[in-house]
């Protein structure tokens, strides 16, 4: 029953910035850990952030660390992608996901996920 929808997707220049957003509902948004994962055409889906249920804990990939910031309000059953300083390679579509767990960098610790939100960085 958890439903996630992103949004904050876009097209942006190089050295952009983009915050991505994902909606959480149906049920209880602080039990869950949340991450954000990204796939371009013809590639595999790559780990981005993720972030606990506490939201004390987080850890974003080595290919985002210091442009990405992952945050949650758990207040506004919302978590957050903020991204800095784009690149080109950072195209693709951007999928935000719930874990009952810990959360963590496979897709598979995730059960629950949305249904995208495109990302597209020019030069």
């Known amino acids: 029953q958890v439903q996630l929808v992103e949004s904050g997707g876009g097209l942006v220049q190089t050295g952009g910035s983009l915050r991505l957003s994902c909606a959480f509902s149906?049920?209880?948004?602080?039990?869950?850990?949340m991450g954000w994962f990204r796939q371009a055409p013809g590639q595999e889906r790559e780990f981005v952030a993720t972030?606990?249920?506490?939201?004390?804990?987080?850890a974003e990939a080595e290919s985002v660390k210091g442009r990405f910031t992952i945050s949650r309000d758990n207040t506004k059953n919302t978590v957050y992608l903020q991204m800095n300083s784009l690149k080109p390679e950072d195209t693709a579509v951007y999928y935000c996901?719930?874990?009952?767990?810990?959360?963590?960098?496979?897709?598979?610790?995730?059960?629950?996920w949305g249904q995208g939100t495109q990302v597209t960085v020019s030069s």
């Open positions: 972030i606990r249920s506490s939201g004390i804990n987080s």
């Open positions: 996901a719930a874990s009952r767990g810990v959360g963590g960098a496979s897709q598979y610790d995730y059960g629950y």
């Open positions: 149906g049920r209880i948004f602080s039990f869950y850990a």
